[in-house]
């Protein structure tokens, strides 16, 4: 079955970088982009950005742009999520979610989403 | 402060009908679809509703989407208590070239 399998919870100091793996299974990688969701504590969902797995293209949600570099390994289906500079308010849940495409119908949706990684800054 | 706009909280007891609506812009809801995620407690979201009223296999007819204009809504009927999850509404925004999501919409079966 396609699954997301998502790297363990972090705990960093502020004004460090997390990286937060996310190993794909069940299907070609890279036939679908891969989102990255994060989710602070009792709040709601926040788009941090997407990255195509076919050609590594990628876009930034323009609030991170700068602090957030997302990257593939296609040799280990694998995608990466890169953080810098985080401050307490990056204090969140960071999952990951393929990107389906229909062009004939010109939608996409985010399916399945990893089990989420808990990234917790604190000095 | 969301793009998209939702009520933070709905109730309804079992076998009664909820609506959760979402508000948005003619950049997001007004041109583009917009898609409904559930997340039950202490899991990941999961899609429930695609373009705008369509439901992916698995997800029971109890479950409806709508749209006109910049707003859209999800209907939940035969309200049961397995429905008790955070609702969240999202559409592509042409101006931020970006996903926008709604606060999301705690719901809660009496």
């Known amino acids: 079955q396609v699954q997301l399998v998502q790297s363990g919870a972090e705990v960093k100091k502020p004004g460090a970088s997390v990286k937060v793996s996310c190993k794909a299974s069940g299907y070609t990688f890279t036939s679908y982009g891969i989102n990255w969701v994060r989710q602070a504590p009792g709040q709601g969902l926040e788009w941090m950005g997407w990255i195509s797995a076919y050609n590594g293209n990628t876009n930034y949600a323009q609030k991170l742009q700068g602090r957030v570099t997302m990257t593939t390994d296609t040799s280990t289906s694998t995608a990466y999520m890169e953080l810098r500079s985080l401050r307490s308010d990056d204090t969140a849940v960071y999952y990951c979610a393929r990107e389906v495409v229909r062009y004939s119908s010109g939608d996409n949706w985010f399916d399945p989403w990893g089990q989420g990684t808990l990234v917790t800054v604190s000095s | 402060q969301s793009v998209l706009t939702q009520p933070p909280s709905a109730s309804g007891t079992p076998g009664q009908r909820v609506t959760i609506s979402c508000s948005g812009s003619s950049s997001n809801i007004g041109s583009n679809y917009v898609y409904w995620y559930q997340q039950l407690p202490g899991t990941a979201p999961k899609l429930l509703i695609y373009r705008n009223n369509q439901r992916p296999s698995g997800v029971p007819d109890r479950f409806s989407g709508s749209k006109s204009g910049t707003s859209a809504s999800l209907a939940i009927s035969g309200l049961r208590s397995e429905d008790e999850a955070d609702y969240y509404c999202?559409?592509?925004?042409?101006?931020?070239?970006?996903?926008?999501f709604g606060g999301g919409t705690k719901l809660t079966v009496l």
């Open positions: 999202t559409a592509w925004d042409d101006s931020l070239s970006g996903w926008v």
